[in-house]
């Protein structure tokens, strides 16, 4: 029976190349569920189904769209992010005022849609911010100050 040894340097490379693999593969990705639909207001049920899944993500990830900003002139109504495009306050209970200003706002929804994609090709959110800066900064200004 052949008995060989593996070089001490060979364990060395394994833990210098593919623990690190292993950990980005294991890194936990954002959040990017939509919430039910049910619980939105009636307005927004029978609007298309693009418009729908911008607001059923911007509901349920406030703390990606808040960082998000808009570029549809809206910061002349006080909107800050375009979460708040679809979102006007949640109360002490927890329940969403719904804004429904992106209902007929194609570059607010449009907005929210490449942000579910980014963040699906694994992109972070200061990256999807720059690329929406870069992107819609041709329609108007930011609403973020």
Known sequence: MIQTKTPKYLSFLVLLFV?????????????????????????????????????QFAIANPQIMQQIPCYCGCGKIGHKSNYACYVSGVDAGG??????????CSICVDITQDTMRLLKEGKSVPEIKAYVDQTYAKYGPSNMP
């Open 19 to 55: 623990l690190p693999a292993l950990l980005v593969a294991c890194a936990k990705k954002p959040d990017t569920s939509l919430a039910p639909l049910d619980q939105m207001p009636d307005d927004v049920k029978n609007a298309p189904l693009k418009v729908q899944q911008a607001y």
């Open 95 to 104: 329940k969403v005022n719904f804004d429904t200003h992106a209902l007929g």
